[in-house]
């Protein structure tokens, strides 16, 4: 356990240590935001991923996401929604 996590007196707090990722889709940059929780309310989905920007606005407009058990899961499956689905900014 990380010294960090200590920190947290209780659970519902849901204290996260947040790291920054960027990827470019043509001339348009994600920032992607990935949360690394203390207490996840499952533990196999201890990380969530989350991108800045919303994808397929002309149809159901929605941010992409990610949720896993590693920062790699969660990276990988918002990633792949941002690859998947159309910006259309």
Same mark, same amino acid.
């Given at each position: 356990?990380?010294?960090?996590?200590?920190?947290?007196?209780d659970?519902e707090?849901r204290?996260?240590?947040v790291?920054?990722f960027s990827?470019?889709? *043509? /001339?348009? !940059?994600f920032?992607? %935001?990935?949360k690394? +929780?203390?207490?996840?309310p499952?533990?196999m989905?201890?990380?969530f &991923?989350? *991108? /800045?920007? !919303?994808?397929?606005? %002309?149809?159901?407009? +929605?941010?992409p996401?990610?949720w896993?058990?590693?920062?790699?899961? &969660?990276?990988?499956?918002?990633?792949?929604?941002?690859?998947?689905?159309?910006?259309?900014?």
């Amino acid at each position: 356990m990380a010294d960090w996590e200590f920190c947290q007196n209780d659970a519902e707090e849901r204290l996260a240590k947040v790291r920054y990722f960027s990827m470019m889709k *043509g /001339d348009v !940059e994600f920032t992607i %935001s990935v949360k690394e +929780f203390v207490s996840p309310p499952d533990p196999m989905m201890k990380f969530f &991923a989350e *991108g /800045d920007k !919303e994808l397929n606005q %002309s149809t159901a407009a +929605f941010r992409p996401t990610g949720w896993g058990g590693s920062m790699r899961d &969660a990276l990988a499956a918002c990633l792949q929604t941002i690859r998947k689905f159309p910006y259309e900014g």
